[in-house]
């Protein structure tokens, strides 16, 4: 997927990764090289045990600080998205995790170590047994423990006294690192740098995601990146196309400066269509909504002219800690969402545990990769679906909601949950509790076992949501974390377009509302395919409401429809992809990339 091209001594070089937040920046590197802290192994006297716990403990609540300290700026310099202060918030909960503070305490008083020497000891130990995992969730969080141990560490030797997390790069620079946490990341952005170049990182590693939505030109995966490129060198860095050019000829800086200042005028003009309705010139009205993960992310929606919350994943509440989120604590987070949305809906799905989102509190069950997931597993956890179920109801005294249930796959799925929601309702109408009289149920359509049977589930809920995501993988039986089967993702192979059309038909004919909320809903290439088909809402990262909405809005749907039986009668999904992109680059060349420009994607 990453790779270098050198170049004749005129241009510069090349080097390839991936593209995880679009914008061309021309300008100077500024290497982060962390320098390893020296530490030394040293025994103490029995007597200076606890002392040294405290020296910990201390440690711990300054880096605690710190990390407070950095969300409130973030907040008040209105740069905070709800991931970020989300990942903060997980930071937080790490220093103080058992795994790592408990450890490394008991490593002071069984070893009779020093703190620094402790928590070394700890974070080898965590990181040789999460090595061990398969599960790529738990790689994810070894980076995040290496930081957490970073910052403890810094904070143990003095070395955090106004650092800012230790960053000496200036604004304007473009950083290049081998990898940065979600907290520098954060760091580097408020003041603000022009871009990021990592080495390591995928494009959906908290620091791409964090780059993305705060709309900071970004490359990940960028291999032997460090090696080639030096401090205060000039490159090109280019986050649509996933490039990063060392040492740029003039003409690069020419062509790419060209390129920068017509992105810049495309996106402020795009930004004008904040307030206007997403509709075709000949009247087909499309909602887009945005996608949402935690709470604190709501403004940015309205703010890209979205219409509401189409789909809240409230995994994030209940991951990276070590107890579960009280019905009072989600009702709070619920209720705060549903108000500031009001009057538009508000979709909030269900717990979906499971894949690679896992919980770290013991329940009876575990939630499995694939089997033993998000609904399947709620049913059998009722605690905790009824302590979701009842805060839902609550909070639906606040605003507009819709429940939506992830990776249906039975009928029977959306009748037991219609009854529990109908007996937690009388319970709660019992105690005093006020509820809205009606909530829309919905069922996600993302396995091929619920596209087969959408005519039967249409007629037991009242809306669906496509969630592309997981519906590409199973019917294209493709990973959506292997990186190595990723030329195979297409959203428009004939497999995947028969079985939205048959989803879609199904909601039309039972009369019931037709979303989708994966990734496909956020790409401007697919958006006439999607209107073709019938969909009545899209719902998408905040920061691709924009381009999708100039779709929609320059397109006749009666174009949309000879696109769609155009591409319904071709075979190959590599035929239906290209004549699909040379269509974009026909009629939108401002949305889409040079290299598509140049050429379709399977004709390259
Ligand atoms: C999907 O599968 O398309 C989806 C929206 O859900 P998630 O990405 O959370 O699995
Ligand atoms: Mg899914």
Redesign the pocket.
């Known amino acids: 997927m990453t790779g270098m091209t050198q170049l004749n001594r005129n241009l510069g070089m090349v080097l390839r990764g991936v593209g995880v937040s679009p914008g061309i920046v021309l300008g100077v590197a500024a290497r982060m090289d962390r320098e390893d802290v020296q530490i030394e192994r040293v025994h103490l006297p029995t007597g200076l045990l606890e002392a040294e716990v405290s020296r910990l403990g201390d440690a711990v609540n300054r880096a605690a600080l710190q990390l407070d300290e950095l969300q409130r700026s973030l907040v008040e310099s209105d740069l905070a998205e709800g991931e970020h202060l989300g990942v903060l918030n997980a930071h937080k909960v790490m220093l103080r995790d058992p795994m790592l503070l408990g450890e490394a305490e008991q490593r002071i008083r069984t070893q009779c170590l020093n703190a620094e020497w402790a928590i070394h000891e700890t974070v080898q130990h965590i990181q040789e047994i999460f090595a061990r995992m398969e599960d790529p969730f738990f790689r994810e969080r070894v980076s995040d423990i290496q930081h957490v141990a970073g910052m403890l560490m810094r904070a143990l030797l003095g070395e955090d006294d106004g650092a800012d997390l230790g960053m000496s790069v200036r604004p304007g620079e473009v950083v290049v690192a081998s990898s940065l946490s979600p907290a520098e990341t954060l760091s580097l952005a408020r003041l603000p740098v022009a871009g990021f170049a990592l080495e390591d990182g995928t494009a959906t590693s908290h620091t791409a995601i964090i780059a993305h939505s705060l709309g900071i030109p970004a490359v990940v995966g960028v291999g032997r990146l460090t090696e080639h490129v030096g401090n205060g060198e000039n490159i090109i860095l280019d986050g649509a196309e996933g490039e990063v050019i060392v040492h740029p000829s003039q003409d690069e800086e020419l062509v790419y400066g060209r390129r920068a200042r017509r992105a810049r005028a495309f996106l402020k003009a795009l930004r004008q269509n904040r307030e206007l309705p997403a509709v075709t010139p000949d009247g087909y009205g499309l909602v887009l909504r945005g996608n949402l993960d935690i709470a604190e992310g709501c403004a940015r929606i309205a703010d890209a002219g979205g219409t509401g919350i189409g789909?809240f994943?409230t995994e994030f509440l209940f991951l990276d800690r070590t107890t579960l989120p009280s019905e009072d604590e989600q009702y709070a987070t619920y209720s705060q969402v549903l108000a500031a949305t009001a009057p538009e809906p508000v979709t909030i799905r269900t717990l979906?545990i499971g894949g690679d989102k896992l919980l770290r509190v013991e329940r009876p069950e575990a939630a499995a990769a694939l089997g033993l997931r998000a609904i399947r597993y709620c049913l059998k956890d009722r605690a905790l679906f009824d302590t979701q179920l009842r805060a839902l109801l609550r909070a639906s005294a606040h605003g507009n909601l819709r429940v939506l249930i992830p990776f249906v796959t039975s009928l029977g799925e959306v009748k037991a949950v219609r009854k529990i929601l109908g007996e937690l309702r009388a319970q709660l109408q019992s105690e005093g509790r006020p509820m809205a009289p009606e909530i829309p149920l919905g069922a996600m359509i993302?396995t091929p076992a619920a596209a087969l049977i959408s005519d039967l589930l249409a007629g037991a809920v009242d809306f669906f949501s496509v969630?592309?995501?997981?519906?590409i993988q199973y019917t294209l039986a493709i990973s959506r974390d292997e990186t190595a089967g990723e030329y195979l993702y297409n959203p428009l192979h004939p497999a995947m377009l028969r079985t939205l059309q048959m989803v879609a038909r199904a909601g039309r004919s039972a009369g019931i509302d037709i979303s989708m909320?994966?990734?496909m809903a956020g790409d401007p290439r697919y958006v006439l395919v999607l209107l073709a088909l019938g969909f009545h809402e899209l719902s998408m990262t905040a920061s691709s409401i924009p381009a999708v909405k100039e779709v929609v809005r320059r397109t006749p749907r009666s174009d949309a429809l000879v696109l769609l039986q155009k591409i319904m009668n071709m075979s190959s999904a590599e035929e239906i992809a290209d004549y699909v992109d040379s269509y974009m680059v026909e009629h939108f060349s401002d949305l889409v990339t040079p290299r598509m420009r140049e050429a379709p994607r399977y004709a390259r």
């Open positions: 789909l994943r979906d993302e969630g592309t995501n997981d519906l909320c994966g990734e």
